[in-house]
């Protein structure tokens, strides 16, 4: 039967796994091979997907995908697992797990680096959620140094550590499973590790409460010729469990030696770095007991693949020793072999670039599979390679490892019985998202009010202490009110990531996708999308960052482009403003149909998205559920930390040139003539004795908005305005409501006052201000003398507004996050000319109905 017709908390084997491509590697990889059980824990609450439990983690997995997977039902309380009939003699270890844990220590690094430091370059490797980060921010400290990889957006961060006389550099790698390079991870990770910037040393975490899956990895590194040491972290976690572990023999028969850890509190460190500087002495000084083939502790091993395949390897490796010279950052000749073997399709194009010969070494392989084709049967090469590796580890734990035999309700199952149940799943999910978003934005409000209020007053101190002119102007309303305008989200985008931190450290990000991934996948998208989408109603530029969480790059990039149509805040005060003013009666309901718009938009767009551009096969939805784990403060304040300086560092800058450009353009030409009349017309109210206060006041008030209405139309934004109204006029625009667009591609809220200046010449948005708009709106004119907002118009525009470029800020965002302008150049043509397209429809089809 089908994995995806077992019902909860029965138990099965797996009996085969059909599909291709992506999704089998990736299905199999996760320990979903011949032979392993599985126990369904729960369906999410829209029944799919489902939550299994395998290897001893837990995994979520797609029905369609479940359906792929045959399993035999075991009967409850059946079989047992194969490691039960191990005698308890071969896995006695010195010390149990707990005095174990007594014993370890933190690491006392030396504080500064003086004098003639050895080097030392280690990459830390690991599946997701081991502990890479805990122990790369333990062990860097206060010299952490993050820095970008330039062209991906996969980040690796740098870090030292002076320990003993040796100056260690860290490199923290993104987490993967395996390392056959179907995701943009696994790729980067296989590249840097063969590449021109390989570590001397691979430092690999594991999760000691789940070694049959994370020493996959690990064998797929050593196969790589690769010298590692590891880590058994979450050695606290283990030693609560009542299991056994004889690790050094463990070590012994892996050639990888083994330090017990606990990251999250640095215990155990100090023995790691010290094996690992020793194993490093070792290698330079070539002594028997780390390098020898038989005995090192760091001595290669082979996975043997079978009496299938093994000759095939053989035959290949000759070929390849024969015909592809071997330079130092060739990889091993097996790895080569094997890999090709399994039909390594990045490793083949490499090979192809870099080797005259491979050619003739692929077809080779294609012709000795061909000849073995028959023997395959059901199997392929890629399954059999994959049994092999698992067979091997399970062969390893047999010897070493002794699990507690019946699986108590731990912590995390009853927290998952609560937070993705049937019925209460949505509402806490619901309420703790409500909870998010009010706090984003609402509690963020007050800090954004005083840090307004503060960039306000600096700016009136600086334009009453400068001289008038040109450069006061750019200070005050070019650079102060744009640096203004890049720290005011600081607030919203700190509490964001004060919540992102402890959903995704507690474990609750999974949780989530797992209980949204059914409505996402309906859009093409992912569970982890959702989150992006509801942000995206505060604003757009926290929660495109936020779209980090998502590890499939097609799924990230889809949220990320439609993100833009989730209506923000800054787009609110225009329909306030418009939906008053020509639907004062049905405001509430145009604004409802606004924001269904904006989500309507954004599910096609995602649609769109995914059938045409990022079409094709995704990352299946084995998304692993991670154990419960307390957050620390630490970890928690880093995290925000690192976000809001990248967010100042690097949309900081590019915002603030664009709003100084927009300024420019609104500010420019200068009407010196006009501005020369506007000040002899006040000066000579100011002496005309037949005024009294108040009439002299108003007059100078309504001198000043004719001259800023003027300027205004007279500016480059002005003139731009005018030569767009061809293109906009179809829509039933004209050029002032094309002025008030163009300046709202800085910020949306900006179209507001634009439009104030326009109509009333007054930029205020205060309250009274605000009804004298609105009244002018209504009023206004065309020269036909037909009103130029009509409500069919306003619709129109606002539409247009919900829809058109988002704003420079997200833009940018979009440009970073993706990793190239061209997606930000997309959003930009796409999102416009969707908005032009729907209020081109509004605007006709109205037209047809209304007239
Ligand atoms: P990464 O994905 O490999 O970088 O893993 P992280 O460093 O982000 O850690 C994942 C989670 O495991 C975090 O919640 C950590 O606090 C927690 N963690 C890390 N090391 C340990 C450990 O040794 N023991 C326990 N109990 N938790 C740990
Ligand atoms: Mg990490």
Redesign the pocket.
């Known amino acids: 039967m089908k994995l995806s017709e077992l019902k909860a908390g029965q138990k099965a084997v797996i009996q085969r796994v059909d599909g291709t491509g992506q999704f089998r590697k990736r299905i199999l990889e996760m320990g979903f091979v011949q032979g392993k059980e599985v126990t369904v824990v729960q369906g999410a609450p829209l029944k799919d997907p489902i939550y299994y439990r395998i290897l001893d983690y837990n995994v979520s997995l797609r029905l369609e995908d479940g359906a792929k997977i045959e399993v035999r039902l075991l009967p409850e309380e059946g079989l047992q697992a194969a490691s039960a009939d191990t005698s308890e003699e071969s896995i006695l270890q010195p010390r149990e797990p707990e005095q174990e844990l007594g014993n370890m220590l933190p690491l006392r690094s030396r504080q500064h680096g003086k004098g003639n430091n050895k080097h030392l370059r280690i990459a830390l490797v690991?599946n997701?959620?081991?502990?890479?980060?805990?122990l790369f921010n333990q062990a860097s400290g206060a010299h952490e140094h993050v820095g970008n990889y330039s062209g991906v957006t996969i980040e690796a961060k740098t870090g030292y550590i002076y320990y003993r006389d040796y100056r260690i550099e860290i490199i923290d790698l993104p987490?993967a499973y395996s390392l056959s390079a179907y995701s943009p991870e696994e790729l980067y990770i296989r590249d840097f590790l063969l590449g021109e910037k390989r570590p001397d040393l691979v430092l690999n975490?594991l999760d000691t409460c789940n070694l049959e899956r994370n020493l996959y990895l690990t064998l797929q590194v050593k196969e790589l010729g690769l010298p590692i040491v590891a880590a058994l972290?979450?050695?606290?976690?283990f030693a609560t469990r009542g299991e056994r572990l004889n690790y050094p023999k463990l070590a012994r028969l892996l050639g990888v030696p083994m330090i017990p850890?606990?990251?999250?509190t640095g215990l155990g460190l100090q023995a790691l770095f010290d094996e690992i500087i020793e194993v490093w002495e070792g290698m330079l000084e070539g002594r028997e007991e780390v390098i020898s083939p038989e005995i090192g502790k760091i001595r290669p091993i082979q996975v043997n693949y079978g009496s299938l395949l093994e000759p095939v390897i053989e035959e290949l490796s000759t070929k390849i020793d024969q015909h592809l010279p071997f330079e130092a950052d060739r990889p091993p000749t097996r790895y080569i072999a094997s890999r090709l073997v399994e039909g390594d399709k990045p490793l083949e194009d490499q090979l192809m670039n870099r080797y005259p010969k491979a050619a003739f070494i692929i077809s080779a392989r294609d012709y000795a599979l061909r000849t073995i084709k028959d023997e395959l049967t059901s199997h392929d090469a890629e399954e059999l390679m994959t049994d092999a590796r698992y067979g091997f580890i399970s062969g390893a734990l047999r010897e070493t490892y002794q699990a507690n035999r019946q699986h108590r309700e731990s912590l995390t199952d009853k927290i998952d019985h609560i937070v993705a149940h049937r019925l209460w799943g949505f509402p806490i999910f619901l309420l703790l998202m409500y909870v998010m978003f009010q706090a984003t934005f609402s509690l963020g409000q007050y800090p954004m009010d005083w840090i307004e209020a503060g960039v306000g007053m600096l700016g009136d101190f600086i334009a009453s202490s400068m001289q008038e002119g040109p450069l006061r102007d750019l200070l005050v309303d070019g650079i102060i009110a744009g640096v203004g305008g890049v720290i005011v989200f600081l607030p919203n985008i700190l509490i964001l990531y004060f919540f992102i931190s402890i959903f995704e450290?507690t474990g609750y990000m999974a949780r989530s996708a797992f209980i949204m991934d059914k409505i996402m996948h309906r859009m093409g998208l992912h569970g982890k999308s959702f989150i992006p989408l509801i942000m995206g109603f505060g604003c757009n530029v926290p929660a495109i960052m936020s779209t980090r969480t998502i590890e499939s790059r097609k799924s990230r990039m889809i949220t990320m482009l439609v993100v833009p149509f989730m209506s923000c805040s800054a787009r609110l005060p225009v329909y306030l403003l418009l939906a008053g003013a020509l639907f004062p009666d049905r405001a509430a309901l145009v604004l409802f149909v606004l924001y269904l718009s904006g989500i309507l938009i954004a599910v096609l767009s995602a649609r769109l998205l995914k059938s045409t551009y990022f079409k094709g096969e995704d990352v299946p939805f084995v998304m692993e559920l991670p154990p419960y784990?307390l957050?620390?403060a630490q970890?928690v304040v880093r995290h925000m930390w690192a976000r809001a300086k990248q967010y100042l560092h690097k949309m900081g800058t590019v915002i603030l040139v664009a709003s100084i450009v927009i300024w420019f353009l609104g500010y420019f030409p200068r009407q010196s003539e006009q501005e020369q009349q506007l000040a002899d017309q006040i000066e000579r109210l100011e002496q005309n004795p037949n005024l009294n206060e108040e009439e002299r006041n108003s007059q100078r008030i309504e001198l000043e908005h004719a001259f800023a209405q003027y300027h205004q139309e007279n500016s480059w934004i002005g003139r731009i305005g005018h030569a767009s109204e061809p293109l906009i006029r179809p829509l039933g625009f004209d050029w002032k409501m094309g002025v008030s667009l163009i300046s709202g591609l800085a910020a949306k809220e900006v179209v507001v006052s634009t439009l104030g200046v326009i109509y009333t010449g007054d930029p205020d948005d205060s309250e009274e201000a605000q009804h004298q708009l609105s009244e002018r709106i209504r009023q206004e004119k065309r020269p036909d003398g037909s009103p130029s907002f009509t409500p069919l118009v306003a619709m129109g525009f606002m539409l247009f507004v919900l829809i058109y470029f988002p704003c420079v800020a997200t833009i940018i965002a979009i440009a970073r996050e993706s990793g190239s302008w061209r997606w930000g150049a997309f959003s930009v043509i796409y999102s416009c000319a969707l908005a032009w397209f729907v209020a081109f429809a509004v605007h006709q089809i109205g037209h047809l109905l209304v007239v």
């Open positions: 690991g997701p959620n081991c502990g890479k980060t805990s987490g975490v972290n979450m050695f606290d976690e850890t606990v990251c999250r450290d784990r957050p620390t970890s």
